[in-house]
């Protein structure tokens, strides 16, 4: 299979009046033709931010991709211009967000707002773009179409508002769909038949999916690879059934360990103790360092490379750096 996209060493900064925050720092991935990656980690550790730096998204100046490229196709996005870049925005890329109604415009009709990306990216007539409208919203399981088609979005649930997303995002037949936290908003059987919906449309258009969450269920059930993010950078990624089964980063292992297990009776739900550190006061270490079980003295004053340890699976943490098992504190 060839990759779709990739990311080489992205680095995307905020300059802020405390100081520089490296949102993200040196990630690089690659997404190839019909698969899905999953980007998890906590909130705040650069997984929006690496959309929206994909999506040219980024607000300048006090944020800026520093460093890196980003290839989709045989284009670099970070070199594109505004306007090459827009063409290629919710036509080649869609993008959904958790919040539909952030992306809907309150005061134009859910139907006009269909139809217009379809006149202006699948160059349709009116008359056709409104019967595609109507197919559309039907295949993302909305009965009396033409009724929703008339609606305001104010007027719709936020499952309907999502799927109307899911509706604009894939009419123009994206060749990757970058979801971020779509479902977090929704109740569980929602979001159960949102995600049945993307992976649908997946199978049928073949097209990729970049998507993020913090939900470990929404990644064993979509994910054939796993980024985890932490404080901006990648500490360990793999292929699902890989990283699930033998997690080799203690963050890893202790997000998988926070997941409830279903029809398993827990008293209390494990949280990682600790929190993510500020991101204005990372000094060379692994960031992860005072929360990890296993902290070695290296880690407070080291930080780990990512690297690959089987042909499935990397890591970025000194317990599989051999050596540095000797500088136990
Ligand atoms: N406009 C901004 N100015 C300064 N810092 C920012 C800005 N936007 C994001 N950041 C910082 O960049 C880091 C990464 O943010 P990002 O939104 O990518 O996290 P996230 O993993 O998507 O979290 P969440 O799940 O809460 O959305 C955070 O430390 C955040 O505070």
């Given at each position: 299979m060839k990759n779709l996209l990739e990311i080489e060493h992205l680095s995307t900064h905020f300059t802020t009046e405390e100081g520089t925050v490296r949102a993200v720092d040196n990630i690089s991935l690659r997404i190839r033709s019909g698969e899905t990656v999953c980007i998890v980690g906590e909130s705040g550790c650069g997984k929006s931010i690496t959309a929206l730096s994909v999506m040219g998204l980024i607000e300048e100046p006090s944020g800026k991709v520093v460093e890196g490229s980003i290839h989709f196709g045989d284009k670099d996005l970070l070199k594109l211009g505004k306007n090459e870049?827009?063409?290629?925005r919710g036509n080649e890329i869609a993008m959904i967000f958790q919040e539909p109604m952030s992306s809907l415009n309150p005061v134009i009709t859910i139907g006009e707002q269909i139809i217009e990306p379809l006149m202006v990216h699948m160059n349709m007539g009116k008359r056709e773009a409104q019967k595609q409208a109507i197919r559309l919203i039907e295949q993302v399981g909305i009965s009396r179409a033409e009724q929703?088609?008339?609606?305001?979005?104010?007027?719709?649930?936020?499952?309907?508002?999502?799927r109307i997303m899911i509706a604009i995002a894939i009419s123009c037949n994206p060749k990757l769909l970058i979801a971020d936290e779509p479902t977090t908003a929704l109740d569980v059987t929602i979001q159960a038949?949102?995600?049945?919906?993307?992976?649908?449309f997946k199978q049928e258009s073949g097209m990729s999916i970049l998507l993020i969450t913090h939900d470990l269920g929404v990644v064993a059930e979509m994910a054939d690879y796993v980024i985890v993010m932490y404080s901006g950078k990648i500490v360990e990624e793999g292929e699902v059934v890989e990283l699930f089964s033998n997690?080799?980063?203690?963050?890893?292992?202790?997000?998988?360990?926070?997941?409830?297990?279903?029809n398993q009776r827990q008293d209390e739900l494990y949280s990682i103790p600790g929190q993510v550190p500020n991101p204005l006061e990372?000094?060379?270490?692994?960031?992860?360092?005072?929360?990890?079980?296993?902290?070695m003295a290296i880690?407070?004053?080291?930080?780990?490379?990512?690297?690959e340890i089987t042909i499935h699976q990397k890591v970025a943490c000194w317990l599989y750096e051999e050596g540095a098992l000797h500088v136990h504190s």
């Amino acid at each position: 299979m060839k990759n779709l996209l990739e990311i080489e060493h992205l680095s995307t900064h905020f300059t802020t009046e405390e100081g520089t925050v490296r949102a993200v720092d040196n990630i690089s991935l690659r997404i190839r033709s019909g698969e899905t990656v999953c980007i998890v980690g906590e909130s705040g550790c650069g997984k929006s931010i690496t959309a929206l730096s994909v999506m040219g998204l980024i607000e300048e100046p006090s944020g800026k991709v520093v460093e890196g490229s980003i290839h989709f196709g045989d284009k670099d996005l970070l070199k594109l211009g505004k306007n090459e870049l827009r063409a290629i925005r919710g036509n080649e890329i869609a993008m959904i967000f958790q919040e539909p109604m952030s992306s809907l415009n309150p005061v134009i009709t859910i139907g006009e707002q269909i139809i217009e990306p379809l006149m202006v990216h699948m160059n349709m007539g009116k008359r056709e773009a409104q019967k595609q409208a109507i197919r559309l919203i039907e295949q993302v399981g909305i009965s009396r179409a033409e009724q929703i088609a008339r609606s305001y979005p104010h007027e719709l649930s936020g499952g309907m508002l999502q799927r109307i997303m899911i509706a604009i995002a894939i009419s123009c037949n994206p060749k990757l769909l970058i979801a971020d936290e779509p479902t977090t908003a929704l109740d569980v059987t929602i979001q159960a038949q949102i995600l049945d919906m993307l992976r649908k449309f997946k199978q049928e258009s073949g097209m990729s999916i970049l998507l993020i969450t913090h939900d470990l269920g929404v990644v064993a059930e979509m994910a054939d690879y796993v980024i985890v993010m932490y404080s901006g950078k990648i500490v360990e990624e793999g292929e699902v059934v890989e990283l699930f089964s033998n997690p080799k980063h203690p963050y890893t292992r202790g997000l998988l360990k926070s997941k409830p297990i279903i029809n398993q009776r827990q008293d209390e739900l494990y949280s990682i103790p600790g929190q993510v550190p500020n991101p204005l006061e990372l000094e060379s270490s692994c960031y992860f360092h005072d929360r990890c079980d296993n902290c070695m003295a290296i880690c407070r004053t080291d930080e780990p490379a990512l690297k690959e340890i089987t042909i499935h699976q990397k890591v970025a943490c000194w317990l599989y750096e051999e050596g540095a098992l000797h500088v136990h504190s």
